[in-house]
């Protein structure tokens, strides 16, 4: 399983990219407005929940490492979640490749892929209110705010809104 973008190659997460799956889960810059600091024990559960071979109807998240295609670096990780109905989208970036694009072009590749592959086409984006460049991702790729949920989640111990974005790519049956 490959995903191609103009920059990027995405491929399921494997037992080698452990360093990297915990460093975008410790790193405060990138998770600040995600979550809470999650124990090494709870990272490492949720990192093994990844691995096994993703299909459509396993209920699991695919778990996608980003590479740059021109310096083979991993520069984050990307995936879905898919309930049968909707899938939702998830990305975390290490801080030194915020900015560059990779986000929006990663997530619509992404899209295209599970759209033509799969034929999904309802997909929700989950955003800790306060995340406005998570929320510029989803605009570019052409989600839309639904609702908000306020006192959705807390963070170091402040609760915060859940901005909820959809993405229609087609009709269900």
């Given amino acids: 399983m490959k995903v191609i973008s103009q920059r990027l190659s995405m491929r399921q997460i494997t037992e080698q990219d452990w360093p990297l799956f915990l460093r975008l889960h410790t790193e405060l810059r990138v998770i600040e407005k995600c979550f809470d600091q999650p124990s090494r024990d709870d990272i490492r559960a949720k990192f093994e929940s990844r691995l096994p071979k993703w299909s459509v109807t396993s209920g699991a ?3 996608l490492v980003i590479t740059d295609v021109e310096t083979n670096t991993a520069v ?31 997530l619509s590749a992404v899209i295209a892929w599970a759209s033509h592959t ?19 991702v989803l605009e570019k790729c052409g989600f839309v705010f639904n609702h908000r ?10 609760l915060y809104a859940d901005r909820i974005y959809t993405l229609n790519t087609g009709s269900l049956d």
Avoid at 77 to 91: F, Q
């Fill in 61 to 63: 998240w695919l778990c």
């Fill in 118 to 136: 799969y034929f999904i086409t309802h997909y929700q984006g989950i955003v800790t209110e306060g995340n406005i460049a998570s929320e510029r």
């Fill in 149 to 158: 949920i306020a006192d959705a989640y807390s963070i170091g111990g402040t």
């Fill in 76 to 106: 984050g990780i990307t995936g879905i979640e898919y309930d049968g109905r909707t899938a939702e989208v998830g990305y975390l970036f290490l801080p030194e490749y915020f900015g560059q694009g990779y986000a929006s072009e990663s």
